[in-house]
């Protein structure tokens, strides 16, 4: 059964940083993997994409520059590098995945076919 785990979630001030890590589970090979977040009353917005084969990494334009995503095939994780915080990146966070299909637009959620639960980000002064 394919999974989506995500950790690294929680409280920092603002300026700060916090890594999050998505480990799949359960299927040999994603075409994307990307994060999303979802503040209360908003819509789900794609904040950054990485294709798994070592091709491009996409940005949300509110994350560029202080977002980073990275992809390691021996752990089959993705990592959410996320610095300078500010009380406008909290949310609840999920992590996705594209398998058994093509990824064309890492950053829209209706390409993914899987979906973590989701770790909380709380930014505060």
């Known amino acids: 059964q394919t999974q989506l785990a995500e950790s690294g979630g929680g409280s920092v001030q603002i300026g700060g940083s916090l890594r999050l890590s998505c480990v799949a589970s359960g299927y040999s090979a994603s075409y994307c993997m990307g994060w999303f977040r979802q503040a209360p009353g908003k819509e789900r917005e794609g904040v950054a994409g990485i294709y798994t084969s070592g091709g491009g990494t996409y940005y949300g334009d509110s994350v560029k520059g202080r977002f980073t995503i990275s992809y390691s095939n021996a752990k089959n994780t993705v990592y959410l590098q996320m610095n300078s915080l500010n009380p406008e990146d909290s949310a609840m966070y999920y992590c996705?995945?594209?398998?058994?299909?093509?990824?064309?637009?890492?950053?829209?959620?209706?390409?993914?076919?899987?979906w973590g639960q989701g770790t909380q980000v709380t930014v505060s002064s």
């Open positions: 996705a995945a594209v398998f058994g299909r093509l990824c064309s637009e890492p950053l829209i959620p209706e390409q993914y076919n899987y």
